[in-house]
Structure formats: C-alpha cells, structure tokens
C-alpha cells in the first residue's frame, strides 16, 4: 500500500461493493481504496458480463486523466494510484445526481427525442439524471435537484461549470489521439471540509467515443450493443492515451 503525509495506508473492510468498483475502509478516516473489477453491466444491471483487463485499464485510464486535469486546476477525489486495480482516493459523500455533457447526439438523447444519431450539439448540452437504478437513473432538472435536497443550486452551478471545463479539456485531449468525445458522464462528491469535488472515475464504461478514421464506437457501446471486440477497444483507446502522456515526459 502507498503512503498519506508519510502515513502507512492499510486497507480494512469492504465499504461499498458496486457494479464495477469496490471500495475499501483504510486506517485513514478520510481516505478510502478503490478497487476496479473486469465486471461490466448495461441497461441498468439487466445485461452483465466481464471485460478483459478492463479493471486494469480503466484504473489506469482514470489516473492518467485525474492528474491531467489536476494540472490544470481540475480537484478530485484522487490521490494516488496503488495498484494495477486500486487507487487511494478521499472519502466523500457522493452526491447523487450524474452530470452528463454532450457534444453529438446519442444513445438515449436520440431514443427520447427523436435526433438524429451525430448531431452535433453547440454549445454543449448539459443534463441531470438521479443516480437510482430501482428508477432506471431519471433525467432531473436544476430545480428537481434543489426542491429533494440532492444538492443545492450553487453546488450544482459549480458541477455544471467543472463539467464543462472537463469536456473542453478532455474534447481537445481526445482529438490529439484521433477520438471524438461524443458524450460523458461524471460524478461529483463533498470531502470532510465541504468542498465539492469530482469524484467516482472517468473511463471508457462513461465515456463515447468515436474514431475519426472508421467512425466506429471505441467504448462501452461495443459491449451494450454487442458489436464486438470490446476488449479490444478498450486496449486501443488506452494504448493511444497511454501513448500520448509518454512522449510528453
């Protein structure tokens, strides 16, 4: 295990176990470990199955992607990656609404509105859904957010504005590899001090991503609509991005 202000960090019992990460109680009260499995599921937990590696390389991906956006004034709940599979990150209490930011039109956009698949949306859209999987994650407005108490209206101004400084930085971290950032989701939490941070992790299972040359999705579509080498995207978009970061050293 890693070390916090020269603390020896040692993982306990299990905190949460989820559909793709479990989290672990250290001897730190603040901080916990975050472990990610190959686990995958889709439609809400109707569809599951296992992707190769995908803990391994979502792990990785995430980490790469936490102390990108660190250097650029981005704060999360990360602070050090441990293991192939685990990283330490603070413990937050999770505030329960996913912002989503689209830049084209896809997969439940297009179902609920009738848009056509590619659409490019400018500016990008922003929207709210209740993180509950017994409601199949409903689409929430600001006010929805405010009136149940899920969040007040200024930690949801500042969610919606991180978001959008995330997609502008990771749109323009995705062209320079040869992928478009079609839409992602993101979760956010408040640490012991109050202060809201993005939390949970950015990876191909929240992220759309579409190659320039083919067109072809280079995400977790590949395992929702069963259209093949999943495990296989998942090494290319992580090789690429791996990549990228080396010959900037």
């Known amino acids: ?54 803990g391994f390389l979502n792990n990785s991906f995430s980490t790469h992607l936490f102390l990108y956006l660190k250097k650029l004034q981005i704060e999360s709940h990360f602070v050090e990656k441990l293991s192939e599979r685990e990283m330490l990150v603070q413990k937050l209490k999770i505030i329960p609404v996913e912002v989503v930011v689209r830049n084209r039109a896809a997969g439940s956009l297009c179902k609920r509105l ?4 590619g659409k490019v949306l400018r500016p990008p859209l922003v929207e709210y859904f209740l ?20 969040a007040t209206l200024d930690e949801v101004f500042q969610m919606k504005q991180t978001a959008l400084q995330v997609n502008q930085i990771l749109s323009s971290l995705f ?18 001090k109050n202060q809201v941070l993005l939390a949970d992790e950015i990876t191909l299972d929240g992220c759309r991503l579409w190659d320039h040359t083919p067109g072809e999705s280079m995400d977790k579509d590949r395992f929702r609509l069963d259209l093949g080498k999943v495990d296989e995207a998942y090494e290319e978009v992580f090789n690429r991005l791996n990549q990228y970061f080396m010959e900037q050293k």
């Open 114 to 117: 009738g848009i056509e698949k």
């Open 175 to 192: 062209e320079k590899i040869g992928l478009s950032l079609v839409d992602f989701k993101l979760e956010f939490g408040k640490n012991s």
């Open 131 to 150: 993180k509950d999987d017994s409601l199949g994650d409903p689409l929430v407005g600001e006010t929805h957010i405010q009136q149940f108490g899920w």
């Open 1 to 54: 295990m890693g070390k916090f202000f020269g603390m020896k960090i040692e993982k306990k019992s299990s905190l949460y176990d989820g559909k793709s990460k479990t989290l672990f109680e250290t001897n730190h009260s603040d901080l916990v470990i975050q472990y990610f499995k190959d686990d995958a599921t889709a439609f809400n937990a109707l569809k599951k199955g296992q992707i190769r590696n995908k």
